[in-house]
């Protein structure tokens, strides 16, 4: 049974009075702005549980086939629809195999998801920083020795979080970390929320459930798509997490109002990745990237370090990537996803055409020769950062602890009450419930950070 197409069938069938929400009963009433930029499409289209249409809580006819078809195309125990994002799934997986008190070790490159859940749950973070690589100011991917080491020396760590592909599409050697956490009985996690491709393309890596991760979450909207905030959970054939106890956990923290014509562009994604032209669109995508690299000028440096092509990562040799950035902007009109002063990240995906590559290629290689110095030196500028964590409350006590502001020159010792990031990396810094040291002053005071 498919979502599509009992939407579709309902005008052509039933088409009964619906004295039920969304109160704008199919398109009868449209406010004149949101018809202008959203259509009357969108609106015939957006529904709610009625008859036939199924319940996301507890999905048995159409909705239950688009989660069977999704489950059958990636190969995976169960596969839910997210109707809040990948966030969503993150705090899914770990309300369903964390519980008060239990240690999680997660890499601080993660996304501010893994920290709501730790607030949600109530569990112990372990924080570690994968390694740095300070040319370019990103993290690398986690290392199954350091995995190893960390968990023979915390018995009793019961999941491990980790972010593979990254924001940069750095990969992580999922099936020798698996391989790790299933020796020591240790539930993996992988938020794999840049890697919706990673299932139809010749990619470096395989997607993480496959792998041996026990649950994966994918954000269709970032790379693969679909609209915001469409995303993908999986559950590995491997694991022993019980599809129940996840959908009870989504249930807990989803709307009782989900969006159909959310959900309908989902199986449509779904649909369109795992078919023929849908393989040929990311094979051509590839190509186009590949042959968008090639048309770089020398002084511009790729980064090609086992990483998801999609993502690219640029660095201006004598620039500085903001100052290029700037240019971008205000000269071409062309806006990166993030600029350092170390590099510059490109997002790519199934909206991204040979053509779009073009004028991205041109602009670069009409910078390129305008401008080949600059008076900044860029080494060690701006890079990511591995400060040490020392935890004084758990995310859910700091949560709940009333806090007061005070001049930065007195934090020093005191318990951090904030999120403190630096955006990018966009990795906490300080998180509520953690020490502040002389060492992060000194880091505020010498970088733009904001507190969120
Ligand atoms: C690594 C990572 N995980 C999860 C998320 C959350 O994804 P979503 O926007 O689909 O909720 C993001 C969003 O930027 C992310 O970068």
Redesign the pocket.
């Known amino acids: 049974m498919s979502l599509i197409k009992k939407i579709k069938d309902y005008y052509k069938e039933r088409k009964s009075l619906l004295f039920t929400t969304p109160s704008h009963s199919q398109g009868n009433f449209i406010s004149p702005e949101a018809k202008a930029i959203l259509g009357q499409k969108y609106f015939k289209a957006d529904f709610s549980e009625i008859e036939g249409f199924d319940n996301l809580r507890c999905p048995k006819s159409s909705i239950k086939g688009v989660l069977d078809k999704i489950s059958q195309i990636y190969d995976s125990k169960a596969s839910f629809m ?1 109707i ?7 705090i899914a997986s770990m309300l369903s195999i964390l519980r008060e008190g239990d240690k999680v070790l997660i890499a601080r490159n ?2 501010i ?1 893994v920290y709501n859940a730790l607030v949600l749950t109530g569990a112990k973070p372990v924080w570690f920083y994968p390694k740095l690589n300070k040319e370019w100011g990103i993290y690398k991917g986690v290392e199954a020795s350091d995995i190893e080491e960390k968990i023979k020396h915390d018995t009793d760590i019961k999941a491990l979080v980790i ?1 593979s592909p ?2 940069e599409g750095i990969f992580s050697d999922v099936q020798a970390i698996s391989n790790i956490c299933k020796k020591h009985d240790v539930k993996l996690i992988v ?1 794999e ?2 890697g919706a491709l990673l299932n139809f393309g010749a990619f470096n890596s395989k997607p993480a459930i496959k792998s041996g991760a026990d649950v994966s ?1 994918q ?1 269709l ?2 790379t693969a798509g679909a609209i ?2 469409a ?1 993908l959970l999986h559950i590995s054939k491997t694991s022993d997490i019980e599809p129940q106890t996840l959908q009870n956990s989504l249930n807990l923290i989803n709307t009782s109002s989900p969006s159909y014509p959310l959900m309908a562009d989902i199986e449509a994604t779904v649909d369109f990745l795992s078919s023929k032209s849908g393989k040929k669109h990311i094979e051509k995508l590839l190509e186009d990237i590949e042959i968008f690299k090639k048309s770089l000028p020398d002084t511009v440096k790729i980064f090609s370090q086992n990483n998801d092509p999609t993502k690219i990562l640029l660095q201006f040799l004598n620039n500085n990537a903001q100052d290029i950035a700037e240019i971008l902007n205000n000269k071409y009109k062309i806006e990166e996803e993030y600029s350092t002063d170390n590099a510059l990240l490109f997002i790519t995906g199934i909206g991204t055409d040979s053509k779009k590559l073009s004028k991205l290629s041109a602009a670069i290689n009409k910078i390129s020769k305008e401008l080949l110095t600059s008076s900044q030196n860029i080494s060690g500028l701006n890079t990511a950062y591995d400060l040490p964590v020392k935890i004084k409350y758990t995310p859910r006590k700091a949560y709940q602890t009333t806090k007061v502001s005070i001049k930065k020159s007195q934090a020093c010792d005191k318990v951090c009450g904030e999120i403190i990031m630096k955006y990018p990396p ?1 990795v906490p810094l300080l998180l509520p419930g953690e020490l502040i040291t002389q060492e992060h002053i000194k880091y505020i005071d010498k970088n733009e950070i904001e507190i969120i």
């Open positions: 997210l809040n994002g990948s966030s969503s799934g993150v993660c996304h998801s972010t990254t924001y938020d929320a840049h979450i954000s909207h970032k915001n905030p995303a966009g």
